[in-house]
């Protein structure tokens, strides 16, 4: 019972900081730091080409409203 309560104590905590916190705070560097670690290595055009193919060719969804009565 006492081990139990000691690991929610350390655990939760944990998980509560890195979900609202940490998570943000390091998507917020890691993501356009390797899109920049792309565009070195790709060169300007060819990641130009490759960013605009990709926001291109998003399918467009139709939602439908499927309630039967």
Do not use: C
Not at 5 to 18: E, H
Not at 27 to 34: D, E
């Amino acid at each position: 019972m006492l081990q139990r309560f000691i690991g929610y104590v350390l655990f939760v905590p944990f998980i509560i900081f890195y979900s609202y916190v940490l998570g943000p705070v390091l998507k917020a560097f890691l993501v356009p730091g390797g899109l920049a670690i792309l565009f070195f290595i790709l060169g300007p055009e060819a990641f130009l080409f490759h960013w605009r193919n990709a926001r291109n060719d998003q399918p467009v969804v139709a939602v439908t409203n499927n309630i039967s009565g």
